[in-house]
């Protein structure tokens, strides 16, 4: 597959079917009376491994399944890893998740819950890359790209089809944006059914390497620092493929939110939606709360694409921010 094409996304459907959630799409009425549109939520966090990354990886896994092959290895943050342990022992596949010291605690627990053999790596998703492909080469594993993947892209891509399907006349997307997976395939099948429709990328303020990269209009290398949406970290690779330029072509808007938007983004999340958001699920809602969504482009809908937050740090940011 040398590119990417609606006919792949709805395959791609095809092969999730029965292995991945079908997720809901529910109104928000908080966020729908500050916008002055419907809003609406598209609840990632239903997935079985809490993230959007299981459609992905699975549509990969599926694929790579079918030419024989019985390991695979990857570079994540967490989610991607977990996504990739949960498909392979599905599948019956062996895999080793690399993943570097700033993946906070509970996502590599959960990886190494689902039987994947954990490998840390330096202090960025660039680090945990190099040590991912030094074992495809050296040990013979297959390696899956956590973002820049066509079959990863297409899995995610699934997602647009749901919001179309179930929203006809959604008129803008805002999805959470890093190495850029999920935003270039949701927007990809979302503009590629309603060409009308705006897709806004949201990242932290933080080492945001999709927006740095698309400033300086190639790839770069940018440090990559804590935040609280860690799921965001790491960079776009400096040989992107495919999302770097399918993010340059589907983004109308890129909005970058500070660390306190974030823990209100993951406060809201809580206290008016009943929902458990990451912080990098929690970026777009931010971005709404920050009044930075033009309104006129309504029904609004807000990818929420992961819930793995440690538990005792989103305690602490809800007591923190008892008045947000």
Known sequence: MSSLSLADVFRARQRLAGRVAHTPLVESPSLSSLAGVPVYLKLETAQPTGSFKVRGATNALAEIAQSGVRRVVTASTGNHGRA???AARALGIEAAVCMSS????????????????????GRSQDDAQVQALRMAQEEGYAFVAPFDDLRVIAGQATI????????????????PLSGGGLFSGTAFAAKGIRPDLRAIGVSMARGAAMHASLAAGMPIAVEEVETLADSLGGGIGLENRYTFAMTNDLADEILLV???????????????????AEGAAAVGIAALLEWRIAAGHGPIVIVVSGANIDMDAHRRIVMENADA
């Open 84 to 86: 990739l342990a949960y």
């Open 102 to 121: 700033l993946v906070p605690k509970n996502k590599v627990d959960a990886v190494a819950a689902l039987g994947a053999r954990i490998l840390i790596s």
């Open 160 to 175: 647009g089809l749901e919001i179309l399907e179930a929203l006809p006349d959604a008129a803008t997307l805002v999805v």
């Open 258 to 276: 500070d660390e306190p938007s974030i823990a209100r983004g993951i406060v809201h999340a809580y206290r008016q939606e009943r929902l458990i």
